[in-house]
């Protein structure tokens, strides 16, 4: 192979465990912030403001002041740039919630300069670690990408509360990482990029690879623990270390393929459009796997998993009974579109993508819980 740069990237520290949310305001002195703005929508202010009123009140309360910002419910440039406004004295942005607040905070914090901290409060995709801002407008179409100059500084995972979030909102996360060590393979394959514009690090795809092994061993485990108990254990804290670090540090470094590609045409369809983007994921992965011509026993092996783990194996999870060719066919399109869709090998045409569609839809709907 010939020699080429290559790139990985990584947040600037990870944290994760029951309670790390107490770890805020010593992390905000090492920071060296003094000025914080904080983003959540509503209900995550709520739970979790009281909590953090008095824990950054009551530990440096001279040194540190802080405000809360409404997030205004979509990631847009314009609410990103209202929100920069009213933060525009502060040093550093914290975002709480799911992964559209943490790309508005990581909106804000790019047109600061600001120093960066993500809590996710629920982990139902790989937006933590990532420098990606994905931006919607008003109609909530994706309306482009933009990319932070640095992966954000801090992601402070605190198990205890991701645990109590709904048990869909962790399958979902699930399902965005099981694509992960297909999608950096073919990416691999391919000759394609990653995030930062080059060839992928055997380190990346080894990543990829392990968020794999760790949710066939641990996820439906934590799945269970997560519906019943809504507290963290061994296998808990295992998938949201694959869910949030190894999942992010896999897409980012290792490169997206076809499964996400699935995402623009599965997000433009109606009825599909209105699921989880992790849900979504977990289709198109077992798609992807009959598009790479991997063998029905393979493709049957994932989709029974998947299913295990609550996830969609075909169209009728998401109460579709019969798709239309022309269905098929505008999903197909319009996934042809995503630029990583060129990352598989052998290449695929919306012809191929469509037929795969198909194929996927029949194994999943063949294969056993
Ligand atoms: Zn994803």
Redesign the pocket.
Known sequence: MNAQVRTMGFPGRYIQGPGALAQLPPLLLELDSCRVALLADATVRAALGGRIDAMLMSSQPARITFKWLDFPGECSVASIAALAEQAAACDTVIALGGGKTIDTAKGIARRLNARLVIIPTIAS??SPTSRLIVLYDDAHRVAGVELLARNPDVVLVDSAVIAQAPARFFAAGMG?AL?KKFEARQCHLAGGHNFYGTPSLPTARLLADRCYEVILEFGAAALRQVAQERCPNEAVERTIEATVLL?GVG?ESGGLSLA?AL?RGFSAHPVLGRFL??EV?AFGTLVQLVAEGRSRAEATEYATFTRRLGLPASFDWFGIEHMSVAELEEIARISCTAPYSVNLRPTIDAGGVRRALEVADFIGRSAAA
């Open positions: 995709n790989d965005d694509s999942s897409f996400h995402v983007h992790g994921v």
